[in-house]
């Protein structure tokens, strides 16, 4: 059995909920109260994962944490098909690394501005995380922009999702939250456009469905 | 260049700024009040309150778990509800939440019932039974906006709803940025939940929500209630956000025949009759 601690307004958070949504596996919430209560720092979490940050599944007794392990924990153990996280093509699979990183970079740009203008975190200096966070959607437009020029979808050059695009897909949708336009990275939106249509898919607040 | 000084009405009324256990927390935070940076110390029992430049120091109150101030000179105490007095009833600030909209439009949100079903969808309204019934709204004697009779289908009312309820909702406009609603309570339907909205002008296009619940239920109510408040508000947001202009049109022909309902379009004209131009667009 997996047991998710969670919080409904994490980005990070969500990562897991969509995955485990995706892959049809049941799981059971561990509520972590981040805001206001900050109960991610308390002992009894940091008992759990010293890191005190979300999520963090319990499965079958193994503690995973960091949102980019907790994807390929759970796409490597729950995915039979092993189509979310390919590992018998070593170009591939570096490609994941890649946007794996990249997912992970967001968190003190995109993400940061969010919980600064959404949450009152003050202590957030607000003006470079979102230039920060400019400087990373340009590159992923960029990127996608190529890839869709290849006759390529997703992040990685296969012809269905990953958990790349799995991890970067909430910080960068929710980006306009901190006041991060998306407004011109159109190759970015319709990357998103084509997540929300993955079947199973399920949105979070602040998220509108397909 | 120095920030405007909005209308008398709200510069010399007190505003929300903080939730005291995030000031606790902290030790200080900074925030924004009409377009003026000030700091909030912990200095328990009470806090301090000042302009982030050290220049002068500001009125400092604790009411409902949250912290005031008054920019001006107040004309009036913080804003005090018989029923926090009630002895069954939680009394829960339930989260502050940054919007970059004019808190107008966060008010004006708030009064909108027809939203519901296709926001909240599944919490507080069905897509399959959008309508608005015909409701009440007057100015009442004391000079504020009451909307009553108003009904509504929800199939999670609150947190501690355990299926659709037909529900009485009763909306009240009591200061330019004060509102709140009285809704049907999902185990004691003859007796009702109140919602407040306290919205903390940061500028006249950003403000920030700070929500408070006193409801009546068993379990774990802090938690519950504010998980389902951000919940809501994560929906809303979205929505306010792409609002434009970011400030609100007291042209009442502007944008009616779509958006505003009539409580809606009582509330941009008393906003007119008392002056209010800070974070609206005047016709
Ligand atoms: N909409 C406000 C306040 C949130 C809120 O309380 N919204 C209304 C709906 S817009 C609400 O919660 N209603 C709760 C209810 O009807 O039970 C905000 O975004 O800050
Ligand atoms: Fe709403």
């Known amino acids: 059995m997996i047991e998710l601690y969670d919080y409904e307004l994490s980005s990070d958070a969500y990562k897991a909920r969509l995955l485990l949504a995706l892959l049809g596996v049941a799981w059971t919430q561990r509520y972590v109260e981040y805001y206001p209560r900050r109960q991610h720092r308390a002992p009894e979490f940091l008992a759990l994962s010293p890191r005190g940050e979300l999520p963090v599944i319990v499965d079958d007794g193994t503690i995973v944490d960091d949102a980019q392990n907790v994807l390929v924990h759970l796409a490597s153990r729950h995915d039979p098909t092993g189509r979310w996280y390919p590992q018998n093509d070593a170009g591939l699979t570096s490609q994941v690394s890649t946007w794996l990183a990249f997912a992970a970079a967001l968190t003190p740009t995109a993400s940061a501005a969010r919980l600064h203008d959404g949450l009152l975190y003050h202590h957030i200096d607000v003006d470079e995380a979102r230039r920060g966070a400019h400087e990373q959607l340009a590159v992923l437009d960029e990127h996608l922009w190529f890839n869709e020029d290849a006759g390529w979808s997703w992040l990685c050059t296969v012809d269905q999702p990953t958990i790349a695009d799995i991890a970067c897909f909430p910080d960068v949708i929710l980006a306009e939250e901190g006041g991060i336009e998306l407004r011109t990275y159109p190759a970015i939106r319709r990357w998103t456009d084509r997540v929300k249509a993955i079947p199973g898919f399920i949105a979070m607040p602040g998220i509108f469905p397909a | ?283």
């Open chain 2, 1 to 283: 260049m120095e920030a405007p000084i909005p209308e008398a009405i709200l510069w010399d009324d007190w505003h929300a700024v903080a939730e005291l256990e995030t000031v606790r927390q902290w030790d200080q935070i900074t925030t924004t009040l009409f377009g003026r940076d000030l700091t909030v110390t912990d200095a328990a029992p009470g806090v301090r309150i000042a302009y982030a430049d050290g220049s002068k120091t500001l009125p400092a109150s604790i009411k409902y778990g949250l912290v005031w101030t008054c920019l001006g000179t107040p004309q009036r105490d913080v804003i005090d509800f018989p029923e926090s007095a009630e002895p069954d009833r939680y009394v829960i600030s339930t989260g502050s939440f940054g919007i970059r909209v004019s808190g107008l439009r966060l008010v004006e949100n708030f009064l909108d019932i027809a939203h519901f079903p296709y926001v909240h969808t599944g919490y507080l309204g069905v897509e399959s039974s959008p309508q608005v019934l015909p409701y009440t709204v007057r100015v009442t004697d004391e000079d504020e906006i009451l909307v009553t009779d108003c009904r509504f289908l929800q199939p999670q009312s609150s947190p501690v709803s355990t299926g659709s309820l037909d529900v009485g909702y009763l909306f009240h406009v009591l200061r330019p940025y004060t509102v709140l609603l009285k809704k049907t309570n999902a185990v004691e339907p003859d007796r009702s939940d109140t919602i407040v909205l306290f919205v903390q002008p940061v500028d006249e296009e950003r403000c920030v929500g700070h929500t408070l619940v006193m409801s009546l239920h068993a379990g774990d109510p802090d938690e519950a209630c504010r998980w389902f408040q951000r919940l809501i508000i994560g929906q809303d947001r979205r929505i306010l956000e792409n609002q434009r202009p970011r400030r609100l049109p007291l042209d009442l022909k502007s944008e009616l025949p779509v958006r505003a309902d009539l409580a809606s379009i009582t509330y941009r004209r008393w906003l007119l009759d008392h002056g209010v131009r800070y974070g609206a667009i005047a016709p």
